[in-house]
């Protein structure tokens, strides 16, 4: 069984930063894409920021050049710098990976339980 568990959410003032974490566990072949989704109140779930294997990334307009994505393979590990914050950040962040639990089994995604940032104008 794969578990995703996040910490590093929290309240914090508009311009000010947060660093979340996301560690995966469990029964692990390979992990491909890592990334963080949010979804604030009413809205639909949306892409954050994601990093390949090869340390690849792909960020939402709405935080580039604020925003951070990295990983540590040999841990399982992806983190999410978040700086300048904004209010219009405030959501539940979930942590996401594409991985294969299995050898030469299909890869499928997996998610983390969510974890609050709230930023105060």
């Known amino acids: 069984q794969v578990q995703l568990v996040e910490s590093g959410g929290g309240l914090v003032q508009a311009g000010g930063s947060l660093r979340l974490s996301c560690a995966a566990s469990?029964?692990?072949?390979?992990?491909?894409?890592m990334g963080w989704y949010r979804q604030a109140l009413g809205k639909q779930r949306e892409l954050v920021a994601v990093?390949?294997?090869?340390?690849?990334?792909n960020y939402a307009d709405s935080v580039k050049g604020r925003f951070t994505i990295s990983r540590d393979n040999a841990k399982n590990t992806v983190i999410l710098q978040m700086n300048s914050l904004k209010p219009e950040d405030t959501a539940v962040y979930y942590c996401?990976?594409?991985?294969?639990?299995?050898?030469?089994?299909?890869?499928?995604?997996?998610w983390g339980q969510g974890t609050q940032v709230t930023v105060s104008s």
């Open positions: 990093i390949t294997s090869g340390g690849s990334t």
């Open positions: 469990g029964s692990i072949f390979r992990i491909y894409d």
């Open positions: 996401n990976a594409l991985l294969t639990a299995v050898a030469g089994k299909p890869a499928y995604d997996y």
